[in-house]
């Protein structure tokens, strides 16, 4: 990847979900489409289950209709978390749970999680070398997610170490002991004379120049109290990340009020060359013939440097509350209703972010939305005729979404049911329209992650769907290496990351994908009916199969 990418790649990924859509290279050598249909021969089932097509059938396009325009209302201003509109989404939603005959079994017997989130900011940001005051944003920046809180910080020792780096190949901290000591490096990593890299040998960078925490992880591994990192691409790496250099964005806070998955790093500062320059001062020759002498195949030698500086990263924080929504539907089954299965889909969107137009999600979501509060009426009428379901179902409309799966982040932080019981997460986001690869089929639905930890929840939706809705299922998003991120994009994800079996049903995008033009005239009522019924059908089976469904896919190890 190009230097100048690296600190983009990683930071756009944090707010992927808004991403427009790339297209993939879907085809094999051999000129054939790929990952169009599911991974392997699928079994056949061996158990008996109850009829679940009275109770689908119940699904109908009519009833979703009603209910996609009032969740799309202008009264609903496009339903942002921690808005009047997503607080009154969330009271419509509870009141179609309560009518359905669902008890309210969330915290305090409501059908309400509430959600904290936190987003700091800067209120004070500074870096002085001598009596050579800097700028934010034009000398220096720092991404306040990946900082800790200090208001003043005296440092009176630096080291450069080249480019941060050990590994097998090569090693900038070999020859010097940086504990208790600020570091300087360069961003990406060293190149030979020849423009090749010194570490793979080719035109080919290492992951040392793909994600940048990965040197500032080893530079706190090494002992050092903080880290200067010398961007060459400083000014473009500025603008295309203005937004997360000046705000963490928001983030869960847990009840008693730490926020979770704190960054394992120590601080670290972007600088420009000519603020490097002032930081080296006399020492800055010596590193620049250091720096040559590595290219023409030498060893480097760390340069130590006494230096007077003061860094200020002083926070502020701002609170965000909002709701996640579940109907409860306990299993029928002494044992097995100790299990859960959940149904889920985001009911949060943009809201008006000028304060005048509204951005209506109807696909994104109120499609899902809909579709979950229909799953959840059908499941609970089934339980009232006896019929099921015998494990324990939790259909739950989350917020926080659009901010960053926040809503099921929190949820899979701060559970209201064991995760270590929770069998599965089916999860529909944007079900009601067509993209332009199936402009003349409607009959069809994109499968994501079924695979991915349990195959036997792949087998299930198949055959299901070969037994039930006969759509087309298209896995092309399904694929690893596909450069949208569907996969992790969604809320399904959440449960994925701490090894639930999850599965994610989606359209695909179209041109009306976050605007204000993604309005409930649009729908396509009867795709999204199908679309519901499959998502129904596939919890079903999980939910009243006699055994637990097996997470029998083995995951590689993070790094």
């Known amino acids: 990847m190009k230097l100048k990418l690296l600190i983009f790649v990683l930071l756009a990924a944090i707010n992927l979900p808004a991403q427009t859509e790339i297209q993939p290279d879907t085809s094999r050598k051999d000129g054939t489409a790929a990952l169009l249909i599911g991974p392997g021969k699928r079994k056949k089932r061996t158990y008996s289950l109850p009829d679940a097509k ?25 339903r942002e978390t921690g808005q009047l509109g997503q607080q009154k989404a969330a009271q419509f939603i509870a009141q179609q749970f309560k009518t359905a005959g669902i008890p309210a079994k969330a915290d ?30 034009t000398d220096f920046y720092a991404f306040p997610a990946y900082t800790t809180d200090v208001p003043s910080l005296e440092l009176k020792e630096v080291v450069f170490v080249g480019y941060g780096i050990e590994d097998t190949k090569y090693n900038d901290y070999e020859k010097v002991d940086v504990k208790g000591k600020a570091v300087v490096y360069y961003d990406g990593e060293p190149l030979g004379t020849d423009g090749m890299s010194l570490l793979t040998g080719s035109e080919f960078r290492s992951p040392w120049s793909v994600d940048w925490r990965k040197k500032v992880q080893l530079a706190k591994q090494k002992g050092a109290t903080m880290v200067f990192v010398i961007d060459p691409m400083f000014d473009e790496n500025v603008k295309k990340n203005r937004k997360q250099i000046s705000t963490y964005g928001w983030k869960p806070v847990g009840t008693e009020g730490a926020i979770s998955k704190k960054p394992d790093v120590i601080n670290c500062l972007f600088i420009t060359q000519a603020v490097a320059k002032v ?27 006494k230096t007077k500086m003061i860094v200020r990263l002083d926070k502020e924080s701002k609170n965000l509350e909002g709701s996640n929504v579940l109907a409860v539907i306990e299993g029928m089954d002494s044992v097995l209703k100790k299990e859960y299965v959940f149904v889920t889909a985001h009911y949060d969107h943009l809201g008006m972010p000028d304060s005048t137009v509204i951005y209506h999600g109807a696909d994104d979501n109120a499609s899902g939305t809909s579709g979950v509060i229909e799953i959840a009426r059908a499941f609970q009428e089934a339980k009232e005729k006896g019929v099921g379901p015998k494990r324990t179902v939790v259909c739950m409309l989350v917020s926080g979404e659009e901010k960053g799966l926040l809503g099921s982040q929190y949820y899979t932080e701060f559970p ?12 529909i986001d944007m079900i009601g329209r067509l993209d332009e690869r199936h402009a003349e089929n409607p009959n069809y639905v994109y499968v994501i992650g079924s695979d991915r930890l349990s195959t036997e929840l792949h087998d299930i939706s198949e055959m299901q769907n070969d037994e039930n809705t006969k ?36 359209n695909g ?31 079903w089976e999980i939910a009243n199969r006699p055994t637990r469904l097996s997470v029998n896919v083995p995951q590689e190890k993070k790094k």
Do not use: C
């Not at 209201?416 to 999860?427: K, M, S, W």
């Not at 896995?475 to 996969?487: E, G, Q, T, V």
């Open 471 to 506: 759509m087309e299922l298209d896995y092309r998003y399904n694929a690893k290496d596909d450069p949208n991120h569907y996969y992790e994009r969604s809320d399904h994800y959440n449960f994925a990351e701490k090894g639930i079996p999850a599965i994610f049903y989606f």
């Open 279 to 305: 930081i080296l001062g006399e020492k800055g020759d010596k590193v620049q013939s250091e720096l040559a002498d590595l290219k023409g195949g030498k060893k480097f030698s760390p340069v130590k440097v």
């Open 416 to 427: 209201l049911f064991p995760l270590d019981r929770t069998v599965a997460d089916i999860n």
């Open 54 to 78: 009275p109770y689908a059938l119940g699904i109908k396009a009519a009833d979703l209709k009603s209910l996609m325009y009032v969740l799309t209302a202008d009264s609903l201003q496009g």
């Open 108 to 137: 305090r017997n409501s059908y309400f999680q509430k959600i904290l989130l936190r987003s700091d900011s800067w209120a004070d940001i500074g870096l002085t070398v001598g009596t050579q005051e800097f700028r934010n944003r």
């Open 509 to 539: 995008t179209h041109p009306d994908y976050h605007k204000p033009t993604d309005t409930a005239d649009k729908i396509n009522f009867d795709a999204q009916a199908k679309r519901t019924q499959l998502a129904f059908f596939t919890a």
